[in-house]
């Protein structure tokens, strides 16, 4: 299994990123994916979830309302539109799978299955 995490970078305070996931070797639709985050010194935390079908998103309330998670089971990949990014969302970036066929994501890192290597997001302000 591999994930694959794409589209960091550095971006100015209100800026927007996407953030790509290509996963390979699992069957992508019966996996819900998250994304977690980890700033230097802090411990790792979710994001954003989006359970199997894309029918259900869950989101972090420090993300509400700015990013969205979104899915497109044809191609095995999961995005994360990020818009009006602020210095703190600073961090690398990871994508998982949690095999899960449920209306439900899990907002643990332990419930996931798979991890992507991560992507660096830099918000300068």
């Known amino acids: 299994v591999q994930l694959q995490a794409s589209g960091g970078g550095l971006v100015q305070a209100g800026g927007s990123l996407r953030l790509s996931c290509a996963a390979s070797?699992?069957?992508?639709?019966?996996?819900?994916m998250g994304w977690f985050r980890q700033a230097p010194g802090k411990e790792r935390e979710f994001v954003a979830g989006?359970?199997?079908?894309?029918?259900?998103?869950y989101y972090a309330d420090s993300v509400k309302g700015r990013f969205t998670i979104s899915r497109d089971n044809g191609r095995n990949t999961v995005y994360l539109q990020m818009n009006s990014l602020k210095p703190e969302d600073t961090a690398g970036y990871y994508c998982?799978?949690?095999?899960?066929?449920?209306?439900?994501?899990?907002?643990?890192?332990?419930?996931?299955?798979?991890w992507g290597q991560g992507t660096l997001v830099t918000v300068s302000s």
């Open positions: 989006i359970n199997w079908s894309g029918g259900s998103t």
């Open positions: 998982a799978a949690e095999d899960a066929i449920s209306v439900l994501v899990g907002r643990d890192a332990v419930e996931y299955d798979y």
């Open positions: 070797g699992l069957t992508f639709s019966t996996y819900a």
